[in-house]
């Protein structure tokens, strides 16, 4: 009789134990605790010298930042990512960093292209230091690992002032046949996220993005009733010109995509379409017809040759310009906007420049545009 009463205890006892943790489980998954968006995070392990946090953002790039924890200066030459497949990405900059300073890199291909995919890189910093008995170049190595990102927004941005602030540069960074064009034309697509503060004075007009050379300009900017519009100009074509605005306005303090495409049709004639976010505006006018030879970001360069008419000074937050050498189909410009103002390129084969505005003016499209700032705060 005790034997059979100390065993109806044991699975009394035992039986509450059990629930007890289940509840507990319970109570935890309930919280998120087991849940796999909360399991899911990116880490770093290595990388000696230096302090690195990364994440896959949308469109399949690689957002890299580098904490310099040396008690010395360094500059940061390339980042090498060797995927999982063994394909090595490599990013080629220049960016110096005082003790405790961080700069932001982006990688293009070097993660999914979809969101809550796992991924698993190693990767490589190559740095110089100002030490003059060896100065390097050094490398550091570790791995980082995570799970893409559904959508996502760039930690930093560039301020303009609406008086003075400017980021030019030149398709011409490099001499000789090397130089890579703007825009490999007839076709081209040109988005950038912006945050507008005020709208222009009357009768005047805010450049967004610019780019142009003695014969040919294209200007998308923002008009003094909140239109976004764009002109451009070509004396190729006798002096052929459109100016196409948006029925509606670019919005105030609000993260907006803002853009335009050209599909080019015959003897220099094409359709061009308006993005505010995914709301588009069509018209047909005369294509571009031929590279960029600058390029500017809150500043009309076309004034610089003798075309365009003045504009007043852009205020606004801006971040993540992407400019392609081809059209971007509605249905992608769409994924862009979803994606959020964090998203990657997604046309990367077509992609002549590409400018996060993350801490810097840096292009990270390989093909080495950065422009040259001026009176422009980056908020990071």
Not at 21 to 41: D, E, M, Q, R, V
Not at 291 to 314: E, R, T, Y
């Amino acid at each position: 009789m005790d034997r059979a009463q100390a065993s109806v205890e044991y699975l009394i006892i035992y039986g509450l134990v059990l629930l007890t943790a289940a509840l507990a489980a319970y109570a935890l998954f309930s919280l998120g605790i087991f849940s796999p968006a909360s399991t899911a995070s990116n880490t770093v392990s290595g990388f000696n010298g230096f302090g690195v946090s990364q994440a896959c953002i949308p469109g399949g790039a690689l957002i890299f930042t580098i904490e310099n924890t040396q008690s010395i200066p360094v500059s940061i030459t390339s980042i090498n990512i060797t995927l999982s497949n063994n394909t090595v990405k490599t990013v080629r900059t220049s960016m110096s960093l005082q003790p405790s300073e961080s700069g932001s890199f982006f990688a293009l291909n070097s993660c999914p292209t979809k969101g809550g995919v796992s991924y698993y890189n190693t990767a490589s910093i190559g740095f110089v230091t100002g030490n003059p008995v060896n100065s390097g170049p050094f490398p550091s190595s570790g791995s980082i690992s995570g799970t893409s990102a559904y959508s996502y927004t760039l930690p930093g941005f560039a301020q303009f002032n609406g008086q003075t602030s400017t980021i030019v540069g030149s398709s011409c960074t490099v001499s000789g046949p090397g130089c890579p064009p703007l825009n490999l034309e007839p076709d081209f697509g040109v988005f950038v996220w912006i945050q507008l503060e005020n709208y222009p004075s009357a009768g005047k007009n805010a450049s967004v993005y610019s780019e142009g050379n003695t014969s040919v300009y294209l200007n998308l900017y923002i008009k003094s009733n909140g239109d976004l519009c764009i002109a451009t100009y070509n004396t190729v074509y006798a002096g052929k010109s459109v100016n196409l605005c948006s029925t509606s306005t670019v919005p105030l303090n609000a993260w907006t995509l803002v853009g335009a495409t050209l599909t080019a049709g015959g003897a220099g004639t094409g359709t061009f379409n308006l993005y505010i976010n995914s709301n588009s505006y069509s018209g047909s006018g005369n294509e571009e017809n031929g590279p960029g030879k600058a390029f500017g970001i809150g500043s009309d360069v076309a004034s610089q040759f003798g075309v365009g008419q003045p504009f007043s000074a852009l205020s606004a937050n801006v971040s993540n310009l992407q400019v392609y050498a081809q059209s971007v189909p509605k249905s992608q410009v769409s994924q862009i906007v979803s994606d959020g103002s964090g998203s990657g390129p997604l046309l990367n084969d077509s992609l002549v420049l590409w400018m996060p505005l993350v801490g810097s003016a840096l292009d990270f499209s390989g093909n080495l545009l950065s422009g040259s700032v001026q009176n422009v705060n980056f908020i990071t």
